[in-house]
């Protein structure tokens, strides 16, 4: 059960949930600002991944981000697994499916690590390694696999793409 916060009672606990909720709306883009807004870089992935990621998830959460010929989401993220505080079980083919059924160009992929700290690990890395082989044999481009800490201070992400350099 969790503690009550001193001065916080029930209403105004259902207030801030409100409050926080709302927020988190104006932060998810219209299906149409999804459409123009191309993904090329870390930071664009991030700014879209986050929208559909509760800060406080206490689960890693793995998603997909389908992309057209011009590095447009073709929809939002789409989660693929969720798993436990620390660790989800990826498969490629989960992955891929999506793309597939979305015809897409390229796939941009992000997980959570609910600890907060977005340092990846070797299961992030082997994981990538195998997206990346996968990926060059259907001929769609992984742009990148980002890991989301929970903090939102800097870094708050990794970019595995700028460690392995594929």
Known sequence: PKRPIRGIGHVKCLELAAAFALGARALRLSPEELKRKAVRTAADGVAIFRAVLNPEEQQENFFVLPLDTHFHPLSEPLRVTRGTRDATDVHVREVFREAIRWNARGVMVAHNHPTGDPTPSEEDLSLTRRLVETAEV???????????????????????????RW
Not at 145 to 156: A, D, F, K, Q, T
């Open 138 to 164: 259907l001929g769609v481009e992984l742009v990148d696999h980002l890991v989301l800490g929970r903090s939102c201070s800097e870094p708050s992400f990794v970019s595995i793409r700028r460690l392995v």
